[in-house]
């Protein structure tokens, strides 16, 4: 078995296929946790994870981009998600009834994303606070479920590293890890796990990866993005494959005590 710890197969990239899509992973031993990033999608995600036995679950969340915070978004998604559609604030009540299934497994994604930002240092200000507040927010439903946490970091690492600590202690993972060494140490410390997925391809983070605890290991694709080579177009599931692959180069491993690891490890932090 391998687990997809961080999928989008209820996001519009699969409108046409998903059951068919999910239908693939799990006849290859792929099981796969779809990420909400917002109430639409999150409860899509729940829904789908229903109709399974075994296999998919759901996280919840409001991901910083879908967050009203006075930053008109202009570029649209390929994939057909809006950066324009937005929720004016988060609605615990909302998210607490989704996570009444069983198969909520996780808050998230949820966190800080730096790179679209307004102009002008008092715009700034107001949008990082605005993040800042949901995020502690959904940090408290995620301590009052007793559930783990999946963080989106986009130049702000700095930051969710102080937020953090301030915070105090919260299971989770940092999904879609490409900081430097030192911020990569500042979250194993605090106990938290490293999300890899097809980033690596793109961006040198051997070090981080060889140096890693293996019990902080978690695969994930971010699908329908950072579709690993040799594929292109649309990522799935079933190409987690080959991030296992590449890790397991980088650590000089055996790919099936990989997967075996980190099938253990998420199902140890996400409990299923």
């Given at each position: 078995?391998?687990?997809?710890?961080?999928?989008?197969?209820?996001?519009?990239?699969?409108?046409?296929?998903?059951?068919?899509?999910?239908?693939?992973?799990?006849?290859?031993?792929?099981?796969?946790?779809?990420?909400?990033?917002?109430?639409?999608?999150?409860?899509?995600?729940?829904?789908?994870?229903?109709?399974?036995?075994?296999?998919?679950?759901?996280?919840?969340?409001?991901?910083?981009?879908?967050?009203?915070?006075?930053?008109?978004?202009?570029?649209?998604?390929?994939?057909?998600?809006?950066?324009?559609?937005?929720?004016?604030?988060?609605d615990t009540n909302l998210y607490r009834e989704l996570a009444k299934s069983k198969k909520v497994v996780a808050?998230?994604?949820?966190?800080?994303?730096?790179?679209?930002?307004?102009?002008?240092?008092?715009?700034?200000?107001?949008?990082?606070?605005?993040?800042?507040?949901?995020?502690?927010?959904?940090?408290?439903?995620?301590?009052?479920?007793?559930?783990?946490?999946?963080?989106?970091?986009?130049?702000?690492?700095?930051?969710?590293?102080?937020?953090?600590?301030?915070?105090?202690?919260?299971?989770?993972?940092?999904?879609?890890?490409?900081?430097?060494?030192?911020?990569?140490?500042?979250?194993?410390?605090?106990?938290?796990?490293?999300?890899?997925?097809?980033?690596?391809?793109?961006?040198?983070?051997?070090?981080?990866?060889?140096?890693?605890?293996?019990?902080?290991?978690?695969?994930?694709?971010?699908?329908?993005?950072?579709?690993?080579?040799?594929?292109?177009?649309?990522?799935?599931?079933?190409?987690?494959?080959?991030?296992?692959?590449?890790?397991?180069?980088?650590?000089?491993?055996?790919?099936?005590?990989?997967?075996?690891?980190?099938?253990?490890?998420?199902?140890?932090?996400?409990?299923?």
């Open positions: 078995m391998i687990i997809d710890t961080h999928a989008h197969v209820n996001f519009n990239a699969y409108k046409d296929d998903s059951s068919e899509v999910v239908k693939r992973s799990l006849e290859n031993g792929v099981w796969m946790i779809n990420v909400g990033s917002q109430y639409s999608t999150s409860k899509r995600a729940v829904e789908m994870a229903e109709s399974y036995p075994e296999g998919v679950y759901a996280a919840i969340g409001l991901h910083p981009i879908h967050l009203e915070t006075g930053l008109v978004k202009i570029k649209d998604d390929p994939e057909e998600i809006q950066f324009k559609t937005v929720e004016e604030d988060f808050i998230g994604e949820v966190g800080l994303d730096y790179y679209w930002r307004p102009k002008g240092t008092a715009k700034k200000e107001a949008f990082k606070i605005k993040q800042k507040e949901v995020l502690f927010k959904q940090l408290d439903l995620a301590k009052e479920l007793n559930l783990p946490v999946i963080f989106h970091c986009r130049m702000a690492h700095q930051e969710l590293i102080q937020l953090l600590k301030e915070y105090g202690p919260i299971k989770g993972v940092i999904h879609c890890f490409t900081g430097s060494k030192e911020e990569a140490k500042e979250y194993l410390d605090m106990g938290l796990c490293l999300g890899l997925n097809g980033i690596i391809f793109k961006l040198n983070i051997d070090e981080v990866i060889k140096e890693m605890p293996l019990d902080k290991i978690l695969f994930e694709t971010d699908c329908p993005y950072l579709t690993p080579p040799p594929k292109e177009g649309r990522n799935e599931p079933l190409y987690i494959k080959y991030v296992a692959e590449r890790v397991s180069e980088i650590r000089n491993m055996e790919v099936e005590e990989l997967n075996d690891t980190t099938a253990r490890n998420a199902r140890k932090l996400f409990r299923f």
